[in-house]
């Protein structure tokens, strides 16, 4: 499943809003187990979002997690158990109703009057899927330092029978005030291990289309294999229970941080992360079954490395002033430097005489094809230089600017630097003197904002250059070297997709706090969308070529409203509603 924010906004591999945990952009929701997350807040005009650059474009979410507070040691536990059911069954036809509509249909049926089971196909594949999870922290602290660790173990079964996937997550924050408070120091530790079975979706064809009078075994306890060389048929069971698609999948991340409060509202800070994602994947479709028979057996191994490397620094300044303080700014520039590097090689083979090691002994597969074995690298580096300054007087009138310098390795020679701003404005109508009796509006704000974001995520690094792939070979003095041809047209003026978003919306807080929400209206814009599409050849080297084309338009109004029904000392029921339309 994918999150979007304010409909599609890119003809490339949509990424979804970008996701950041604890201030370090780029993040992934599955790291962090949800009895971690102490909140989590969603951007979506570009004007909020324009601060986070490049990967903005799709939105923002930040996740904050809990830390350990106070001088007192706690232990926290929680957990559920939960039970799942296949929704919304495919109702067929049982074995005397096929025999009936045969019947009134006029065929013979009589080949099939040596079989006498009544199959449900797909109540054999399927089972009432039982998942559990266990959290467990231990917090504390003091004046100077506050820690949190946590241990959560998720194990979840699904409604089919070969779909399960088990977790353990591990998250450690320390943090340090030193120096009369003017030095704080933290740390961050966190590793996922999951381990996952994922079920071939063909086998549910199989299920439509096996019919309800063959049995799932023989008398003497084997598969009915009968049907295995029909065509889309087979025995679904026997595939679920020999054939698998595995994955172990390991995320490791360490974060530092050190900020410094060097004059009375001026502080600067300096973040380091390094994040180590990799994947681990296994095929099997066993040569006994429908599936793996036409092959002999047929195994698959991936292994797939993805490393990332982040620093940042930022300064921020913060002052009030005035008679009574009623002007307040706060400004922050920085710097961002990262770089990505994936990793990947595969391995495939077929015709096996033994099965019984299934993907874990690859090599003893009698068919290597070329092609069957590839390995591939690449990377990417992100500079970015950014600014923002935000002014308020008496929190009535509201004004923020910001200012982002991207530069992607991604892009061609001449538009790798792209510069993304945006501006915002709000009004607190309440805090005006004529609305103070209203006493029936608690708060009301007017906001309006207009930003600029770029992207590149989803388009693959070197896409703007010529490459060249392996093709088959050529005779050359009694033997035969691989031969490589063009690949991929350069374009030197690849450059940066662009979304452009106004946004306006009101805030409001009513009859003493129990009714809340926002309006939102909200116009996006994206151009120079990058896609890869077809191009006439000799012009070109190669028949496709990476280029910006095509602008795409999403308007659209938003609702959100939280209702308080009851509260009292007692007993609180609140009710959130939300409605959105987007074209």
């Known amino acids: 499943s994918q999150i979007q924010l304010r409909g599609t906004s890119t003809l490339q591999n949509d990424q979804g ?57 706690q232990i926290n536990y929680d957990g559920y158990l939960t039970a799942s059911t296949i929704a919304n069954k495919p109702d067929m036809l049982n074995a005397s109703e096929w025999r009936a509509a045969n019947k009134a249909l006029g065929k013979d049926i009589s080949t099939y009057d040596k079989y006498n089971s009544d199959t449900d196909w797909f109540d054999e594949m399927t089972r009432v899927g039982v998942s559990q999870q266990h959290a467990l922290s231990l917090s504390g602290g003091s004046s100077k330092s506050n820690y949190r660790a946590s241990y959560t173990f998720l194990d979840r079964n699904g409604v089919a029978r070969d779909n399960y996937m088990t977790r353990h997550s591990f998250r450690f924050q320390f943090q340090q005030r030193a120096i009369n408070d003017r030095l704080r120091i933290g740390l961050t530790g966190a590793a996922t291990l999951t381990d996952m079975q994922m079920p071939f979706s063909d086998d549910y064809i199989l299920a439509y289309n096996m019919l309800p009078v063959y049995p799932v075994y023989n008398a003497d306890g084997s598969y009915f294999t009968d049907a295995n060389h029909n065509y889309d048929q087979g025995n679904p069971v026997q595939n679920q229970d020999q054939n698998y698609k595995k994955a172990a999948n390991n995320y490791f991340y360490g974060q530092g941080d050190v900020q410094f409060s060097i004059l009375d509202g001026l502080t600067t800070k300096v973040n380091l992360y390094k994040s180590r994602f990799s994947s681990d994947y296994s095929e099997w479709q066993d040569p006994r079954n429908s599936r793996g028979q036409g092959d002999t057996g047929k195994a698959i191994r991936r292994n797939r490395l993805w490393d990332r490397n982040l620093l940042e620094w930022t300064a921020n300044y913060t002052k009030a002033f005035g008679s009574a303080e009623e002007h307040k700014v706060d400004a922050i520039v920085g710097y961002s430097w990262e770089n990505n590097l994936y990793a990947d090689q595969k391995s495939e083979a077929t015709n096996f005489a033994v099965g019984s090691m299934g993907a874990d002994n690859i090599q003893s597969g009698n068919l290597l094809k070329i092609g069957n074995v590839t390995s591939s690298r690449n990377e990417y580096k992100l500079i970015s230089l950014f600014a923002r300054a935000h002014y308020s007087f008496k929190e009535r009138y509201m004004i923020t600017a910001t200012v982002r310098r991207d530069g992607s390795s991604k892009f061609g020679a001449n538009h790798k630097w792209g510069t993304f701003p945006s501006v915002s404005a709000a009004w607190g109508i309440s805090q005006e003197s004529f609305m103070k009796d209203t006493k029936w509006i608690n708060d009301l704000k007017l906001r309006a904002g207009y930003g600029i974001t770029g992207n590149q995520d989803g388009l693959r690094p070197y896409k703007s250059l010529d490459l060249y792939s392996a093709s088959g070979t050529y005779y050359n003095n009694g033997s035969w070297p691989t031969a490589f041809r063009p690949s991929q047209n350069a ?81 609180t029921w609140t009710t959130s509603l939300n409605l959105a339309h987007n074209k």
């Open 17 to 73: 809003p970008m996701i950041v945990i604890d201030g370090v952009p780029g993040g992934d929701m599955s790291t962090v187990s949800p009895s971690d997350i102490e909140s989590i807040s969603v951007l979506k005009d570009a004007s909020s979002a324009a601060i986070y650059g490049s990967r903005a474009a799709g939105g923002v979410i930040l996740i904050t997690t809990k830390r350990g507070s106070g001088s007192r040691t």
């Open 491 to 571: 374009n030197p003026n690849l450059k940066w997709e662009q979304t452009a978003m106004l946004n306006i919306g009101l805030d409001f807080t009513l009859f003493n706090s129990r009714l809340s929400g926002t309006i939102e209206w909200y116009d996006k814009r994206t151009k120079d969308m990058l896609y890869n599409y077809e191009v006439s050849t000799p012009t070109y080297v190669y028949n496709q070529i990476q280029a910006n084309v095509g602008d795409m338009k999403n308007t659209g109004v938003e609702i959100l409203l939280n209702l308080d029904v009851i509260r009292n000392k007692d007993f």
